[in-house]
């Protein structure tokens, strides 16, 4: 028998906000266990949370361009289980009225469009997070520490629809997602950091069946790669079971990626299990039509239709335009230097080849390019009016890119400008013609392509400053060509 894998993502996004979701503690990253925490956050009796208001809006503009429905009232739910890394025995999160529902993502799997439904958008806190200590040291095997630094971290959970059907849909999917948090500047989706993380819920069905299969949900996968990994070797798992004759148990399975294996760690929990009930510490809340315009008209230009203005305004390729709008600062970066009157695609030529190169080597982000756009159009336009050589623009851009300077002075510091004086590249073509009497040869008989090798010796020779175009010109005088 064919089966037919039904999977859904569960993805949650730690808002970009400077403290908790329900505190002024600290989202900040890599401090020292258990810093960030107050009476708030851990749980203390007496104490009363208070919504931060500005991860309410980041997740509201990210519900607007998830294409959702906002709801007019939303409330925050106590979810109830007990683990050492949830310092209230609870996780306030929302149930039964989250943030948004109803929206879709479009992505595109092999060229092929594919739009994957949005059940909901809901807010919640984070976790602590467990650290499982090495024996030694005085310190005995099977020995675990908590740190509550996360524990009250804002997050946002995109739930999607049992929409996709296979392991390269997902990460296509998870792609588009993260662009779309990162370009709208709700989320830097650092994985490596927590900043953005994965569960994928598994089925499969007879192929043509419109009955969803038992399911199994796959935990810590932290990479993209992973997820494939882990649906793919889920997949296989439940096929191997039902093909053999038996029956798949919902569960909850943590993934080991140095494996390549999952292994079951609990049965899956149901909605009843966490015995949800309103948090009475915290009314319910609404949103104005007002509200949500006002968000809805700060949003920036998306990815998808970025790209297609980059494709009929700048006339780029396909590819060029993908990269280039791949982030948002790199998009911006382009369109800077366009906008200072470079050609559009050899200012696409030149970052996709030389500033991205020297971006990633030194780790940075196009905004923070220590060449200015205006500086990169000014070298592109001294190419375009033949005042310097392509291969000149290429040998100066890493000391604009180190320095901070202009083209220009550049130039005049390193002594490199365009050699224009026909004397002086005279003298280069005598050289190049005395030390290749082949190619002099050549060209007397009647082989004029062999002029090409010939510039190319004395563009050596000038060390790529000489004039290319006047170049040619004289050597084809010195020929009577």
């Known amino acids: 028998m064919t089966y037919e894998p039904v999977i859904g993502l569960e993805v949650h996004v730690q808002l970009k ?14 401090q020292d266990p258990n810093r960030n925490t107050c009476p708030v956050c851990m749980g203390l009796p007496g104490v009363l949370p208070v919504l931060n208001r500005q991860s309410v809006l980041l ?28 310092p ?8 039964d009225l989250p943030l948004a529902l109803d929206g879709f993502l479009d992505v595109s799997v092999d060229g092929q469009a594919r739009r994957v439904g949005l059940e909901r958008v809901h807010m919640e806190e984070d976790a602590g997070k467990l650290v499982h200590a090495e024996p030694g040291h ?17 997050l946002m959970e995109i739930v999607s629809r049992p929409d996709l059907r296979s392991s390269k849909e997902a990460h296509a999917y998870l792609d588009a997602l993260k662009q779309i948090m990162r370009y709208i500047g709700v989320s830097d989706c650092d994985m490596e950091k927590g900043s953005l993380r994965c569960d994928a819920n598994v089925s499969i069905r007879p192929a043509g069946s419109s009955t969803l299969g038992v399911k199994a949900e796959l935990k810590n996968l932290n990479s993209f790669k992973f997820v494939e990994r882990a649906i ?9 079971i039902l093909q053999s004759g038996g029956k798949i148990v919902q ?49 920036p ?60 080597s030194a780790g940075l982000s196009a905004d923070q390019s220590p060449v200015n756009p205006r500086h990169l159009a000014e070298l592109l336009k001294l190419v375009a009016d033949g005042k310097i050589s392509g291969k000149i623009s290429k040998e100066i851009f890493p000391v604009m890119f ?13 002594n490199m400008e365009l050699i224009s004086d026909a004397g002086v590249i005279a003298a280069f073509i005598d050289q190049a013609i005395a030390e290749n009497p082949k190619a002099v040869q050549d060209i007397k008989g009647g082989k004029q392509s062999t002029l090409g090798f010939l510039v190319g010796q004395i563009m050596k020779k000038s060390r790529g400053q000489a004039d290319p175009a006047l170049v040619t010109q004289e050597l084809r005088k010195k020929f009577g060509l």
């Open 17 to 30: 906000t400077s403290s908790k979701l329900f505190c002024g503690c600290s989202v900040q990253f890599g």
């Open 59 to 86: 997740g509201l503009r990210a519900a607007i361009a998830l294409n959702c429905r906002p709801a007019p009232f939303f409330k925050f739910d106590r979810k109830n289980y007990f683990y050492p890394d949830l």
């Open 88 to 95: 209230k025995a609870y996780q306030i999160s929302q149930y």
């Open 138 to 154: 005085g310190v005995p095997a099977g020995t675990s520490f908590v740190d509550y630094n996360r524990a009250g971290v804002p």
């Open 232 to 240: 793919d070797g889920e997949i296989a798992r439940q096929t191997e």
């Open 251 to 299: 569960e909850t399975r943590g993934y080991d990626s140095a494996s390549n294996t999952s292994h079951a760690q609990r049965s899956k929990e149901e909605a009843h299990d966490y015995r949800y009930f309103p948090e009475p510490d915290l009314p319910g809340f609404s949103l104005s039509p007002e509200n949500i315009e006002s968000v809805r008209k700060n949003i």
């Open 301 to 360: 230009e998306l990815p998808a239709v970025r790209r297609a203005r980059f494709l009929s305004e700048y006339h780029l390729p396909d590819y060029d335009a993908d990269v280039l709008t791949a982030e948002s600062t790199m998009a911006d970066y382009f369109e800077s230097v366009a906008r200072e009157g470079a050609d559009p695609k050899k200012a696409s030529n030149f970052i996709m080849a030389e500033l991205m190169h020297d971006l990633k």
């Open 402 to 414: 180190k320095s901070g300077k202009s083209p220009a002075e550049v130039l005049k510091e390193e």
